[in-house]
């Protein structure tokens, strides 16, 4: 009983510390490419995540080809340096496909 105390202790300290990340929502309907460029590094990296498996749809493997992930994400950078108006679901649409 002492060790589940313990654990059940340990637990809510968890889940009462601060937590570093900050919530929000994207709209990615409605980012720009300038937007996209703009952010922090990990909302980058989340954004391009989400599309890449959004684009890959339920018929593909539950796979991340970092190979291929990385060339789609410089492909991002490039198009929208570009294109900073236009919307990241359409350079998604030029960049991944559909």
Do not use: H
Request: overall charge negative; proline content about 3%; some cysteine.
């Amino acid at each position: 009983m002492l060790k589940f105390a313990g654990v059940l202790v340990a637990a809510v300290g968890l889940l009462a510390a601060p937590v570093g990340a900050r919530s929000e929502t994207l709209d990615l309907a409605t980012m720009s490419c300038k937007q996209f460029v703009e952010s922090d590094p990990d909302t980058i990296k989340m954004v391009l995540t989400w599309l890449d498996g959004w684009y890959k749809g339920d018929s593909d493997d539950a796979l991340i080809d970092t190979e291929v992930f990385v060339s789609n994400a410089k492909k991002f950078g490039v198009y929208c340096g570009a294109n900073p108006s236009v919307s990241i679901v359409t350079a998604a649409e030029k960049i991944l496909g559909k």
